[in-house]
């Protein structure tokens, strides 16, 4: 194999420990510990999943990690009104409404999410909090694209002046992601930032030459595999953000095999973006301790 393994799980240690450091130092200042809630609507199994390591997370790095549980059919009023209750609890530092939310029972996401205080959207997802990175001064960047930045920054890899090409457009990877990399100057300074930036989608014409062009590939699509060898340049960098279940496998968005051989470094799926998700969830929980006690 040609590539270079860039080991998500290693980095995402690594930051886990300094936030593990930070929130010691943050209580041995005589604040309490931060405090992560989770909302938690139904019995999804993969969501039930998420919600459990995100509490195991946070136990490990000193952070009070709670869950409510709603049943599936609570609604939208009751789930509003538990959301701006946790807003008003000066206990709770971030507040996390584990999505997708039921389907099949009328919950309005996007008005979840929106009744959530801006100091306490450790996701990123509130349009305070999307604008403010639009803006190039954000507060708390979202999870998945930040713990992206994290990866490149701490391998070496510099985005600045590169061909950057992100697949897929959603409001929790791709656009920020996007956004993000073609900053002026990025969370890790202008190594992580300054980037030409193609942000592709499933009406983009003749994907395979718009990846083709890319110094760095990053798939966020969820479909298995479908970045194909044939799509990479040679010594690109492939970043993989697909998690997808073929078999009771875990495989991502790239063939892995076929990139490996071409790519100068790629993430494996698992053990690549996913850790760092978490880890930069905690970073957010700490942050927002931070600003909300002035600390
Ligand atoms: N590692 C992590 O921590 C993490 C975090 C979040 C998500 N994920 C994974 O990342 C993947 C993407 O998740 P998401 O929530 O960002 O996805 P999403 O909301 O489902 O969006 C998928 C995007 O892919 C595009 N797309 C679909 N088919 C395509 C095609 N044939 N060619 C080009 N683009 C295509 C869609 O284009 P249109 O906009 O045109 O429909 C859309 O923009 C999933 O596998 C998810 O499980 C991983």
């Not at 929790?172 to 900053?183: C, D, F, T």
């Not at 009406?203 to 083709?212: G, K, S, V, Y």
């Not at 799509?231 to 063939?255: C, E, H, Q, T, Y």
């Not at 790519?263 to 978490?278: D, E, F, K, R």
Request: proline fraction near 6%.
């Amino acid at each position: 194999m040609k590539a270079e393994i860039l080991d998500g799980k290693r980095v995402a240690a690594e930051i886990r420990a300094e936030v593990a450091k930070s929130v010691e130092q943050f209580v041995a200042s005589g604040a309490p510990a931060p405090c992560l809630t989770a909302v938690l609507v139904g019995e999804d199994p993969a969501s039930q999943v998420y919600v459990r390591n995100k509490a195991r997370a946070c136990e490990k790095a000193g952070i009070e990690g709670r869950t409510h549980r709603l049943p599936v059919d609570a609604g939208q009023k009751e789930l509003l009104a538990l959301v701006n209750e946790l807003n008003t609890d000066a206990n709770v530092n971030g507040i996390l409404v584990q999505l997708p939310l039921p389907a099949g029972h009328d919950y309005d996401e996007r008005e979840i999410l929106d009744a959530i205080d801006p100091l306490k959207d450790v996701d990123a997802f509130s349009p305070i909090n999307v604008g403010l990175l639009m803006q190039g001064r954000p507060r708390f960047l979202p999870c998945t694209p930040h713990g992206i930045v994290q990866l490149l920054h701490r391998s070496g890899i510099s985005t600045s002046a590169k061909k950057v090409c992100v697949i897929g457009r959603s409001e929790i990877v791709g656009k920020p992601m996007a956004m993000m990399l073609a900053q002026k100057s990025g969370s890790c300074g202008p190594d992580v930032a300054n980037a030409t930036v193609t942000l592709a989608h499933s009406r983009t014409a003749d994907l395979a030459a718009t990846c083709r062009d890319a110094d760095i590939l990053i798939a966020a699509v969820g479909r298995p595999k479908m970045i194909t060898g044939d799509m990479i340049k040679p010594d690109a960098v492939v970043i993989d953000v697909g998690i997808n279940r073929v078999d009771d496998k875990l495989v991502g968005d790239v063939d892995f095999d076929a990139a490996a051989e071409i790519a100068s470094a790629i993430t494996p799926v698992p053990g690549g973006v996913g850790p760092l998700t978490i880890a930069m969830l905690l970073h957010n929980t700490l942050m927002a301790a931070k600003l909300q006690t002035g600390r």
